[in-house]
């Protein structure tokens, strides 16, 4: 999915169940004890004495041969029933297939350093899908100091000097590949801003393509909502520096309860700042894994995968529970 965003974002709620719908917050399997067992051998079949009258019953039966005990009042449920192929998601919401392929190194990758602040970068505070806007010195204040979100996080690829950013590469597409594996499903927070463009995918679904290079891509930290599965995952953020100076910030805060952000509201008061569970500031002295003539490249329709000790191409398929 391609979008083009001006100085709006509209609302983005991923949900990758994997099986949940895009844009979207949000079987038991029937079973019955066999059939009643006949005599077991050795066992006297009274014989026909004409007499008609119903035998005694103790009232104990012995169960069929081959059965379980079921105790009454046992309402436990069969786990997650999968297609030929595919294995259950540790919680049960869903099904997976995954391939995999070798990936490319391309020759070159660009070492990550903190981005030189800048009063601009942020200054308008994080906005929401819904167009609320909170500014502070957390998020980010007109106040002519270099403070928020932008300046904290960002970085670009390192100058001449080694220590801070510079403004190479210009014209392409670099960014990091983030693995996140949950037990149950769950709600995260996605904080960007860069200077000058900005994408992000989820599981190779691009949620997010900025194509124009309107100054609010960094005046704001713009924040996205995002629901995921239980499971790995992997959420790929990318900048582009169309000339000048640039930077590219890029934060994940989770998880929430799954279908708490529904609204600009329940957003704000999410404890954002206590759940930092990823800062692309937790890079700088590595190299960005990702470019398009840089760092690693994947077949097509497949993502880079660090979720491992070495890095894999992976592309998964998800279905509901039969």
């Known amino acids: 999915m391609h979008a083009r965003l001006g100085t709006t974002f509209p609302l983005l709620r991923a949900s990758v169940l994997l099986g949940s719908c895009i844009l979207g917050s949000s079987g038991c399997t029937e079973y019955t004890v066999g059939p009643k067992g006949e005599p077991e051998a050795g066992t006297e079949t009274p014989e026909s004495t004409g007499d008609t ?32 192929g595919f294995t259950p998601l540790p919680a049960d919401d869903g099904c997976v297939r995954r ?20 009063p601009d970068y942020g200054m308008y ?11 502070d010195d957390y998020w980010g204040d007109n106040d002519g100091v270099p403070d928020g979100r932008m300046n904290t996080t960002g970085v670009w690829a390192c100058g001449a000097d080694g220590a801070s950013s510079g403004y190479a590469p210009v014209g392409e597409w670099i960014g990091f590949s983030v693995c996140v594996t949950i037990d149950e499903p769950g709600e995260y927070l996605l904080g960007l801003g860069a200077d000058n463009r900005m994408r992000f995918s989820v599981d190779g679904t691009e949620l997010l393509h900025n194509t124009d290079d309107n100054t609010d891509n960094f005046k704001y930290w713009w924040m996205f909502p995002v629901s995921l599965s239980s499971g790995s995952h992997v959420i790929e953020f990318e900048g582009y520096n169309a000339g000048g100076p640039a930077g590219l910030g890029a934060e994940l805060a989770g ?14 008061a999410a404890d954002y700042a206590g ?3 990823w800062s692309a500031a937790d890079s700088i002295g590595s190299t960005f894994a990702l470019g398009e003539t ?3 490249s994947c077949p097509d329709g497949m993502v880079l995968d660090l979720c491992a000790d070495e890095p894999v191409c992976s592309a998964e398929e998800t279905v509901p529970c039969e």
Do not use: K, Q
């Not at 505070?125 to 500014?135: F, I, W």
């Not at 998880?255 to 704000?268: C, I, N, Q, R, Y």
């Open 53 to 84: 009258s119903p035998p005694t019953d103790s009232g104990e039966t012995d169960p069929p041969e081959g059965t379980t005990d079921v105790e009454p009042g046992d309402t436990s449920e069969p786990e997650c029933s999968c297609p030929e």
């Open 99 to 118: 391939t995999e392929a070798e990936p490319e190194f391309l020759g070159e990758s660009y070492a990550v350093c903190p981005l030189i602040p800048h």
């Open 125 to 135: 505070g994080a906005r929401y899908p819904g167009g609320t806007v909170v500014s």
């Open 255 to 268: 998880p929430f309860a799954h279908g708490s952000l529904t609204d600009d509201a329940s957003m704000v």
């Open 275 to 277: 759940s930092l569970y």
């Open 294 to 296: 840089s760092g690693w």
